[in-house]
């Protein structure tokens, strides 16, 4: 069954950002999610990064206890990280690559090719209760993968969508839109929810909104960003009337 809603999730990682360029307590992310979630949005996602550039493990505990709305938990598949969102026990864990020297999640997780590990990985969160999603490259495979070893949700990476449509590459920008919609199409097919992220804008959401099996965008950089000039509540509002009026 294909949603007619679509829901909106806030990544809020930027916010701790400025918090730690400066150090101290303030911006406060808790209240950056209080906010996101009285203007409309459906979710919150953190990403706790290994380094700790910007959400910290205090960060995960503290919105878990202030928000009524999921959150969705960014990690990288490893070790720490699975024992800190088994005590956090968020609403989702979205498993995302991650390397230290990267600026921001640069691809997709490879799942296929580790099936069995990730299998593994996942097993507790699932007998948990905690929804399972993987953030991946709109390539077969890797949707195909997602669906063999259970996870319940893929969230598409729309990065050179993005890029391509920022930089007026619009030829290539329809192609990899092309490719976005097809995968969404057979991750549907295969009984996966489907979500999409990464560099979404004003500008560019309206062709991904407009994907009848994306039920869940999560944008965090951007709005972060619109914050500065027209608050976060009015931001989130602006992506949610260009995202209804895209889905209508």
Do not use: W
């Not at 989702?92 to 690559?97: E, G, N, Q």
């Not at 259970?150 to 729309?158: P, R, S, T, V, Y």
């Amino acid at each position: 069954m294909i949603a007619e809603k679509l829901r909106l999730g806030i990544n809020i990682d930027h916010v701790a950002t400025v918090r730690n360029a400066r150090g101290g307590a303030v911006p406060d992310p808790v209240r950056a999610a209080m906010i996101a979630q009285a203007a409309g949005a459906d979710g919150i996602t953190a990403h706790l990064r290994e380094d700790r550039r910007h959400i910290r493990d205090a960060d995960m505990a503290a919105i878990k206890d202030a928000i009524s709305i999921p959150l969705n938990f960014e990690m990288a598949a490893t070790a720490e990280m699975h024992k800190i969102a088994m005590a956090t026990k968020p609403h989702a864990v979205c498993l995302v690559p991650e390397r230290r020297e990267e600026r921001t999640t640069e691809g997709g997780l490879e799942v296929a090719g580790d099936d069995n590990r990730l299998t593994d990985y996942i097993g507790p969160f699932k007998e948990a209760g905690t929804r399972v999603s993987l953030f991946i490259a709109p390539d077969q495979r890797q949707v195909e993968a997602a669906a063999r070893i259970g996870a319940d949700i893929i969230e598409l990476h729309c990065g050179l969508y993005c890029d391509l449509h920022d930089e007026g590459r619009f030829d290539e920008r329809d192609a990899e839109l092309g490719r976005l919609t097809a995968m969404a199409t057979h991750a549907h097919g295969l009984g996966l929810e489907v979500h999409a992220g990464h560099g979404l804008s004003y500008d560019n959401v309206s062709p991904i909104a407009a994907l009848p099996e994306v039920v869940e965008l999560n944008i965090g950089h951007f709005l972060i960003g619109e914050a500065i000039f027209r608050g976060l509540d009015a931001s989130i509002q602006e992506m949610r009337r260009v995202m209804d009026a895209a889905r209508a």
